[in-house]
């Protein structure tokens, strides 16, 4: 077991893409509970078409109140050259870029085919200068118009991704469909030099991020009260809750940095801006600490 994580929140982005849009000024306010809570990497935006994800309309406006904090990376999706020409303008510190390991998947996500999506990620790499680009390789462990994925088809993704300029790489449960026994057999082919991004679809993403660390990885996406979802993938779920995955690394002695009450503050903060209750279960339940007795 690792002694320790890094988390990079996605709900600012990731979790309210699949929301009904809300203002710039909320958006900011999430982030600003997240750094608070101790997140030190957040993916607070998208450049993106703002007719394809209505909810990443204003990624401009929440860059300009969100960079700049000490000590915190905040991080773009972008899906191609323009839109990272669009996010150095706008002085994001990383960016995020998504090929799928699924020729039907990428097509529909990004309407092109894996290797026009190799070429903007090199692209992409240029465009950022010295950024740091992060690869998410998505449909890593199941396609839901393929089915499984052969983990060297997968294995030699990434390495394209790092051939284009890519300086890491995380392979993304987009639909749910990885288990301990998949992410295993993809390690195996890749290493695990590589990060996790997963997802709740099929009530497996906890159970993977333990395998996960297990297997020696450090590095996994989860977004604060486990919302999120492709909308081009029908039935995709949220992501792994950021507070469910510290509740149990809090547990087990794995070091996150992140305050967990603080966590579950913003938690709140975030079911109150999108409207209704979020899918966490810590959220819901609260922390076993809480049921705890008197010492």
Do not use: K, W
């Not at 990060?195 to 450090?218: D, F, Q, S």
């Amino acid at each position: 077991m690792t002694a320790s994580i890094s988390i990079r929140d996605v709900g600012p982005r990731d979790g309210l893409q699949a929301e009904a849009p809300v203002d710039v000024a909320s958006r900011v306010r999430l982030v600003d509970a997240l750094v608070a809570a101790g997140l030190r990497t957040i993916e607070a935006v998208a450049f993106v078409s703002p007719t394809a994800v209505p909810a990443m309309a204003g990624a401009a406006e929440v860059a300009a109140s969100v960079v700049g904090r000490d000590g915190v990376t905040i991080v773009a999706l972008v899906p191609n050259v323009r839109g990272a020409e669009m996010a150095v303008t706008a002085g994001v510190d990383a960016l995020t870029f998504t090929v799928s390991a699924s020729a039907v998947y990428n097509e529909r996500n990004v309407r092109m085919s894996i290797d026009a999506s190799i070429e903007q990620l090199a692209g992409v790499c240029e465009t950022a200068g010295e950024r740091p680009v992060d690869c998410v390789v998505s449909c890593a462990f199941g396609s839901p118009y393929e089915g499984d994925i052969a983990p060297a088809t997968v294995a030699s993704l990434c390495a394209r991704s790092f051939a284009a300029g890519a300086s890491s790489v995380t392979l993304a449960d987009t639909t749910g469909m990885a288990t301990p026994r998949r992410l295993i057999d993809v390690f195996a082919d890749t290493g695990v030099g590589v990060g996790l991004h997963l997802h709740e679809t099929r009530g497996t993403a906890l159970v993977n991020a333990y395998a996960g660390m297990e297997a020696g990885v450090t590095r996994f996406d989860t977004s604060v009260g486990g919302l999120g979802g492709s909308p081009f993938a029908a039935g995709a779920a949220g992501n792994l809750a950021t507070e469910d995955l510290v509740h149990l690394c809090d547990d087990l002695g794995v070091v996150t940095g992140i305050d967990l009450n603080r966590l579950l503050d913003a938690a709140a903060l975030v079911a109150d801006i999108v409207g209704h209750p979020v899918p966490s279960r810590i959220a819901a339940a609260g922390p076993r600490s809480r049921l705890a007795p008197p010492a």
